[in-house]
């Protein structure tokens, strides 16, 4: 009897710890929160490693928010094979509504959109795909508080992500590791639609600016593929009154 009385109270003890805890879509707001800038431009350069060859591109990277959507533009600079590609999306919160996504192909002077099945292909042969480079909205996906654990000596939350509209992405689920102190990912897990867990992205070069903590390296790797891509930001700034014109259609062929 004692030892049942023993159980109970080590469970009603558990159970209150576990009730103070954040659930997954709480969790997934404060990530949404974290960046509070209106506006934002990065220098970027992807290094792509597959199967022994290696590819390097170069690009800036620009975003704007407009209320709660949000509008950014990637644009090759290097190397010369891409320099003036560009994509641009519009990403909105609601999530009835689907976000629209562009590239500019300067060889052809050709404007294309991305759009169902073109955006869970490859974002210019990395490990990215297209959608990776979308905003996804918090209520694009259901948050499910898995557990806390430690990751890289930093505690963290796991979170489990489904995807409301399946059909929409390559991922059955993402699983990400969140840290405690700034809300920002350290480790993501991406499975196929077979539930199969198929590449990790590990976030990493965490620095504080304008205030806001920041993500400035990625590394994604896709093991079945013998490949794996480096996303490095650099020139970050924050809140510089960029142009509403940089982020229409009509931009891309100037």
């Known amino acids: 009897m004692r030892r049942l009385w023993i159980v109970m109270i080590l469970a009603m003890t558990s159970g209150t710890a576990m009730a103070g805890e954040p659930n997954g879509r709480e969790i997934a707001l404060k990530m949404d929160a974290v960046d509070t800038s209106l506006d934002g431009k990065r220098a970027a350069v992807m290094v792509i490693n597959r199967n022994g060859q290696k590819l390097v591109r170069k690009m800036e990277r620009y975003i704007k928010k407009y209320g709660p959507d949000e509008r950014s533009l990637i644009k090759f600079i290097e190397p010369p094979d891409v320099r003036g590609i560009m994509y ?64 890289s ?40 639609k077979r539930g199969k867990h198929f590449k990790t992205a590990i976030h990493g070069g965490y620095k504080k600016i304008g205030g806001i903590w920041t993500v400035t390296k990625i590394m994604v790797k896709t093991p079945e593929q013998n490949s794996e891509t480096l996303m490095q930001y650099d020139n970050i700034d924050y809140d510089i009154g960029l142009s509403d014109a940089i982020f229409e259609q009509s931009h891309l062929k100037r």
């Open 88 to 151: 641009l999306t519009w990403s909105y919160e609601d999530v009835e509504k689907d976000d629209d996504m562009w590239v500019y192909l300067p060889s052809e002077s050709l404007i294309r959109r991305i759009s169902g099945g073109g955006k869970k292909g490859s974002f210019m042969r990395s490990d990215f795909a297209n959608e990776d480079i979308e905003k996804r909205e918090v209520d694009d996906d259901e948050h499910r508080l898995l557990r806390s654990e430690e990751f």
């Open 153 to 192: 000596g930093v505690d963290c939350y796991v979170v489990e992500r489904i995807a409301n509209k399946q059909k929409d992405t390559n991922y059955s689920k993402r699983i990400v590791w969140v840290r405690k102190d700034t809300w920002l990912p350290v480790k993501m897990e991406y499975y196929n």
